[in-house]
């Protein structure tokens, strides 16, 4: 109940920011449901599929504008190289904040 009640949250919170008006809100309400059901159990293939879903203008990094949830409060810790933004390995670094 709690991870529906923070996905339900995290959308409603992007739909009021003026910097993701475009955004395919489909889109993020699948991220965001795939990213409450990741779990120290989750495959690097979930990742991937996160990874996609987050990166919403497809230039292969997620930026922190684009990131939301658990990515978004983990950023900092996730971005390793400290380039402001995130690469699929740098995401895959969430499975092991899940453990």
Request: proline share 0%.
């Amino acid at each position: 109940m709690k991870k529906i009640v923070l996905s339900l949250t995290v959308i409603i919170t992007m739909f009021s920011c003026n910097s993701v008006k475009n955004v395919n809100t489909s889109t993020v309400a699948d991220a965001a449901t795939l990213l409450s059901s990741l779990s120290s159990n989750s495959t690097v293939q979930q990742i991937t599929s996160l990874f996609a879903l987050l990166d919403t203008n497809k230039d292969e990094a997620i930026s922190s504008t684009e990131a939301i949830g658990t990515v978004a409060d983990n950023f900092n810790v996730l971005d390793t190289d400290n380039n402001s933004s995130l690469n699929l390995n740098e995401l895959t670094g969430l499975l092991a904040l899940l453990k």
